[in-house]
């Protein structure tokens, strides 16, 4: 049986490497960063999505099967930097829509392309509601930049690139927590750091209040989200946009729990006004029906067993102590 050829892009980013060592053990992964991925088992391509020439190298070269396009700029440096957020997160991801069109018509067979989208293209602020929010609630008017990016490209891949053989597939995921790489610059990234620093015994200054709500979801889940919307068959694909969760605790929940293994960890709070703004943008609690009902999704790690079954042992590993 031939191996199917991937194409991933920010393979280099938290969701990458995660992905990279699932799917690289029976496929071909050619992956593109801007940084230069060391992984021994992987085709590599320095370089941005940007380059169209050398998008252009890929579509010559390569008959591909699946594109996860996972290149984006974060949502706190988007905000500072609005047009590159438009320039990456926008015209970026329209350039690898148009690689999937050009090797759909090539090849002449469907090309499934996943799209990582965000809570962020939800917008709770005027709501009364922010609570069991599903796929089609609040979603006109998001806040910040990353947002607005997420959801025109939800959007344009749904409207336009579905119809010229793009199997155009989505979730939108909440806070991501891993515990085999450090946050790098999300809104939400309060709650990894706050777990990084407790088990490196350093104190943590949290950018929100203690009563922020968000919900989240451990590396090892959203992982295997991605790969069972990816797995399954187009049939049963109807809606291509999906919330996935696991639990929404607050920044207090989240202190509280992490003293339960870290009880030295100290917390103390300087809010940033324009990251709480943007957090209290986003729902508090989300509603994955629509991936339960359609594709099978169900969470492995809740709030409880999250610690002592995936943080606990795999920062020892990662921080080798």
């Avoid at 709501?127 to 959801?151: C, F, Q, R, V």
């Avoid at 989200?225 to 068959?233: D, V």
């Avoid at 030295?264 to 006004?273: E, H, T």
Wanted: charged share 20%; net charge positive; glycine share 4%.
């Amino acid at each position: 049986m031939n191996k199917k050829v991937i194409l991933i892009t920010g393979s280099n980013g938290e969701i990458g490497k995660s992905l990279i060592d699932k799917l690289s053990k029976n496929n071909t992964i050619i992956a593109l960063d801007v940084n230069h991925n060391s992984k021994s088992n992987i085709e590599t391509i320095k370089g941005s999505i940007l380059d169209n020439n050398i998008l252009n190298k890929i579509n010559n070269k390569y008959k591909l099967s699946e594109i996860y396009h996972l290149a984006a700029v974060l949502s706190t440096k988007a905000q500072k930097n609005p047009s590159l957020s438009n320039e990456v997160n926008y015209n970026g991801t329209i350039n690898l829509l148009e690689l999937a069109r050009l090797q759909a018509k090539k090849y002449n067979h469907s090309i499934k392309f996943f799209f990582p989208s965000s809570i962020a293209i939800y917008n709770m602020l005027n709501s009364n509601l922010n609570n069991n929010i599903n796929e089609k609630d609040n979603i006109n008017n998001p806040i910040t930049e990353y947002g607005k990016a997420k959801l025109k490209c939800e959007k344009i891949g749904i409207e336009k690139y579905l119809i010229k053989g793009v199997d155009f597939r989505c979730i939108r995921f909440p806070g991501i927590i891993s515990a085999i790489s450090r946050p790098t610059g999300g809104t939400s990234d309060y709650a990894p750091e706050m777990i990084h620093a407790a088990f490196l015994n350093a104190k943590y200054s949290c950018f929100v209040n203690n009563k922020t709500i968000l919900p989240f979801i451990a590396m090892p889940d959203a992982i295997n989200a991605i790969i069972k919307l990816m797995n399954t068959s187009k049939e049963n694909i109807k809606s291509r946009i999906y919330n996935v969760t696991s639990f929404s605790p607050s920044v207090s929940d989240l202190e509280i729990k992490i003293k339960e293994f870290f009880p030295n960890f100290k917390l103390s709070y300087d809010i940033d006004k324009n990251r709480q703004k943007i957090v209290d943008s986003w729902p508090n609690f989300i509603n994955d029906t629509l991936a339960r009902e359609e594709w099978g999704w169900s969470s492995n790690l809740n709030f409880d067993n999250f610690f002592i079954t995936y943080i606990n042992p795999n920062l020892k590993e990662y921080y080798k102590i």
